[in-house]
């Protein structure tokens, strides 16, 4: 009997130690998408990681944060778009950047219609644009992306960069360049905590 309880006791603290680790949110550490480096030559289009967090205080919102090789606030010539999507409740979502050489965009996030290749409706949201540390952050309202809640998975979480020339150009506007997380090391996806 003793032994029951003692095997029992040691369960139960694995399992207390071993749960919290699998809803923890992701950090720079511990990212939901770790891609493969140095799969395309423009380093700041080039994926380091994506991760998605959340902040107890701010609970409305959730924040994903995606960090490249070496971010630049303008481009030479082409327009870089940095690209998140994921699936919730049988919809996709997606947050989008832009940085041209005449600037950056605003930060957009909202359901995306994979038929028609655009938002089927859409918020700008807060971001931040970290050029020293390389990471892209948008804050975006749940509200806006299907009202996630605590525990809820956001799933086939997917980052990508584009290289084109801008619409000012008068040049086709498609991709010349672009690195796709298919490639990446992993893919994990993301629990909901608040």
Known sequence: MRKKIIGIFVCMLLITTILPITVMAGDEKNPEIKDKTGDIMFKHADIISVWFHEDENNPGYLYISFKVRDLINRTQTLETIYVVDWGFRGNTYSVDFHVFPYGVSEFYSGKWNINDNEYESYVICNGIFDVDNNIITWIIPKDA?????????LTELFASTHLRFPFS???PHWDLFRDLSWNAWYRKDYTVQF
């Open 145 to 153: 992306i299907g009202n996630p809640q605590p525990g809820n998975l």
């Open 169 to 171: 150009t008068m040049m």
